[in-house]
Each structure stands twice: as C-alpha cells, then as structure tokens.
C-alpha cells in the first residue's frame, strides 16, 4: 500500500492535521506509529483503513482492512456474538463461517459467556474485546489498530500481541498505535512519528530500519540486515535426505545447513527467527511436505553492545 503525498484537513479552510504524507509499507510488515496527544495519529490511522478520505494526495492498493478503534460504538443493537457474525459476512465470509469465527475469537479473549450479552450492557473490557475480535475474525491483509489494547486484561492484551505477530507472519500488514512504549517492543520493522502534521522514520535500536519502508526497498521478508535486536530463537530442524526448506517461512529466518550435507543423510538446517514469530515457524515446518522434525529450540538475548546503556 501506498501514500503519496496525502494530507487531510478538517472543514472548508481549516487547519492541516496531515501534510504531505509519503508511504510504503510492504506486506508482512509491522509498523508502528508514535506521537504526542493530538498530532494526528488517529487521523493517519483512519486513513489508511479508509474510514476518512485524504484532502490532498491519494492511496493505493489497498488490501482488506479492519479497525480496531480505542472507543467501541457500544449503543450498536446486536448482542456480541451477532454483532461478530455480522461484520464477518461483510467481510465476505459465509454465514457459518462468520459464525464460527466469532465464537473462536471470543473464547481467545476469555469473553464466549458474553456472545448472546448485548453490546450496550457490556463493560468497557468486554466491549473492547468485541471490537478487536471483529478486526481478526477475517484474516484481513491490512489490520490497523488505534489504541486497540486499552481496556484489555493482561491476558487479553497478551493474545492480541500474539495474533499481531501471527497475521504479519501471515504476510499481513499492521499498522499499531499504543500509549505503552514498551507494546511489541523490538519487533516493528519500522517506527514513525507524526510531529508538526508530518510523519517522520524514527531511528530505533528495536527496528529494522524505517527508511526500508519510505525508500519503495523490499519489506522483511527480502532483507538481509537491520533485524529487531529483541530476543530470538535458534531452531533446529531436520528433513529428509536432499530435502529443501520451504519458501515463505514465517519471519524472514536466517537459515543454513549444519556441517557438510551428504548425499544421503539428512537436512539439518539451523533458522534463527526473531521469538515473535517463532511459533509461527516452528508450525510452518511441521506442516510443511515432507514434514521436518524439530530438534532442538533455544532462546537467545540479544549481545550488549560496548557503549550502550545497560537494559
């Protein structure tokens, strides 16, 4: 998806909240958006959802999206569950597809004893897991979240971190805002800050770089260098004799065979993957045909680099 010099202002002659917006962000991203109360965060995040229009400039290509705003519309008159089931067949879901995927993502959030509660009885955390169940219930290829984890239990908070790292492991592309600097830390591959009605690429020792993202260069998938410096996993895997790892696998993993290959022994490869999409992988692997026997996972920290402060 694309921006190209997009602004927005608010009435006829009225103040630029956004101006001159220039943007790339790949498929399979995960991008981050700073900024202080009021900078315009929101208004660049129903942007690219495309509940507003831009004033000026244009977006394209565009994937199916889903938001998942701070607030939820909790006076809407259908109980949770119908609700849910709704928004999936306007996603394009069959009936009892929406249906099933409602009642999935409300057991995930620990709120299925709310499916037939209606939205206006709900409290602000139920409501709230509602709202980002409908965001993941079709697999939308562009999911845009604006302070989607405010109102969460912790263990709500630590699903929807899951699902996150899972749809861009998908080849999905999440753009987030959240008040707690710490959410998802290390694992953005771009950071911005809108500052001024400008969006700016911040320099993060936790990103992969943002200029990535606003030079048109190829997303996570086709980097070599500049991974999140946050924990990551060492998997070893073992395939068959002569046997190829799978195109695709889920976070870009750095991969390579374990000593010499044989002929006629079997495929050993090591992949170290940042731990966010660990699990993703580890099930890509054993799904993959032939299936590759996991070996042994191990965890890493990320080295103390000489002069940096101390975490």
Known sequence: MRLTGVGRRYGIGGSWVLRGVDLDVRPGSLVRIEGANGSGKSTLLRLLAGIDAPTTGRITGRPRTAFVPERFPAALPFTAIGYLTMLGRVHGLSRSAAASAAALWLERFGAAEHARTRLSELSKGSSQKVAVAQGLLADPGLLVLDEAWTGLDQASRAVLDRAVTDRVAAGATVVYVDHDPGRLAGVPDAVFRVDAGRLVAVASAGTAGAADLRDGLPGP?????????????????????????????????VHGPLGPVAPDAPAVHRLTVAAAHSDALLRALLAARPAWHIRAVTTTEPAHVEGEPGR
């Open 221 to 253: 998938r086709g980097r070599s260098a500049a991974r999140p410096a946050g924990p990551r996993v060492s998997i070893e895997a073992e395939g068959p004799s002569g046997a190829h790892l799978p195109e695709g696998l889920p976070g870009d993993p």
